[in-house]
């Protein structure tokens, strides 16, 4: 019954939408540059732990998907423009996102946001501390008193801060930060961790019937375990899951 469900809901999709073999096709689109969540692999396509869940909600609503790639500072007017038809790039839900846009129910739980640097004694009074432009941190970090925000176009720009030196600290998602601390010896997790927004969800045009299609795939993943089955994949057997 519920693939009946998704399978009408597509049909009912907005009118704009291509068509390719019979099904309708989705832009999706992503950053292609925050791993584990999305990032361009060696063979110059999208990979990470959304291409592998974008890929699989489009199949559970017999969509076709098209991934396009979007730099981070400009992924919200571009899907107001038309560029595409998803935001599905590591974006927590907000109050102040969703004055602009719709989202989805969450596909990641509310995970906590976490500093790193090369100093375990470091301090928040007197920190410069780094943060990718137009995330739920960076709004956070400029009202927080007595710390410098420095702001950076991507999230490797931001790690790159603290490694040269420019930086005390990079404050990002947890997933992000802490494969980049196992893999480095010199970069460490420090201070308290901070839980922000309400989850991670794919992000769509107001009022887009697209909404209710994505959030039953979704319902579907999350009754199956086969989400949490991508959580633990992508993130590790630490990650929190549903």
Known sequence: ???????????????????????????MGTEGAYPPYN????????????????????????????WVTNEWDSIIPNLTSGNYDTIIA???????????????????????TLFMGMDEDLELDGAVIAAQTNTIQSAYLAELEGVTLLEFATPDESVAAVRNGEADAVFADNDFLTQIADEDSDLMIILEPVTLGGGIGMGLREGDELIEVFDAAITSMKEDGSLNELLIEWFGEDALTW
Not at 53 to 65: I, M, P, W, Y
Request: glycine residues 8%; charged residues 25%.
């Open 1 to 27: 019954m519920k693939k009946l469900i998704l399978a009408t809901t597509a049909l009912t999709l907005t009118a704009g939408m291509a068509m390719a073999d019979g099904h309708s096709v989705v832009r």
């Open 39 to 66: 990032f361009i692999n060696d063979d110059g396509e999208v990979d990470g732990l959304e291409r592998a869940l974008g890929d699989e909600l489009c199949a559970r609503a017999e969509l076709t998907c098209e």
């Open 90 to 112: 590591g974006m927590s839900i907000t109050d102040e996102r969703d004055e602009v846009i719709d989202f989805t129910q969450a596909y990641i739980p509310n995970t906590p």
